[in-house]
T-cell receptor, first 114, second 113 residues
């Protein structure tokens, strides 16, 4: 089973709202990722958690705040977003942080900022 | 210079033909290479990975890797209309322990019935 789940599927929020995206995996994976994907572009890495610790932040603006409460869960807290932040937000997980491990993506959350 | 390059396409092939998708990468230290399929509006789905030079086959899919030429390809035999999607090549960058993928811009494949 290589399932990663994400909620919600769709989210519309205003620029003053606070919302959270959630991601869950039960594969025993120890690395989890957040990506952002704009239309007709490849996924762009935002954050990497390894063993529940933040190991990579790709210079993401502070209005995006990741959290990894345990090894199965990953959250992305959103605050004061801009319309250009509208995108598909993808969560992924892999067995470990070593470069040989393949990443499996969840279905994504389609975010629209109005 | 882009780290991972793909022809954006569209690559149009007739049903039943072999589709050949190509990818070049710039980091000679890269060790792991992945192919993802992404249908419009959906998330990327892992279909193949390869680590060693040569060919790796899985059903109708064959991944080919040539590290000397910094080239990885994906062949799809007996192409079906359901194979129509964007194919993303992803490469691990070297120099660190964390699994960081760099994606190409993807090749749009259109299989004509």
């Amino acid at each position: 089973d290589t399932e990663v789940t994400q909620t919600p599927k769709h989210l519309v929020m205003g620029m003053t709202n606070k919302k959270s995206l959630k991601c869950e995996q039960h594969m025993g994976h120890r690395a989890m990722y957040w990506y952002k994907q704009k239309a007709k572009k490849p996924p762009e890495l935002m954050f990497v958690y390894s063993y529940e610790k933040l190991s990579i932040n790709e210079s993401v603006p502070s209005r995006f705040s990741p959290e990894c409460p345990n090894s199965s869960l990953l959250n992305l807290h959103l605050h004061a977003l801009q319309p250009e932040d509208s995108a598909l937000y993808l969560c992924a997980s892999s067995q470990g942080r070593a470069t040989v491990y393949e990443q499996y993506f969840g279905p994504g959350t389609r975010l629209t900022v109005t | 210079q882009k780290e991972v390059e793909q022809n954006s396409g569209p690559l149009s092939v007739p049903e039943g033909a072999i589709a050949s998708l190509n990818c070049t990468y710039s980091d000679r230290g890269s060790q792991s290479f992945f192919w993802y399929r992404q249908y419009s509006g959906k998330s990327p789905e892992l279909i193949m990975f390869i680590y060693s030079n040569g060919d790796k086959e899985d059903g109708r899919f064959t991944a080919q890797l040539n590290k000397a030429s910094q080239y990885v390809s994906l062949l799809i035999r007996d192409s079906q209309p359901s194979d129509s999607a964007t194919y993303l090549c992803a490469v691990n960058i070297s120099g660190g322990a964390t699994n960081k993928l760099i994606f190409g811009t993807g090749t749009l494949l259109a299989v004509q019935p």
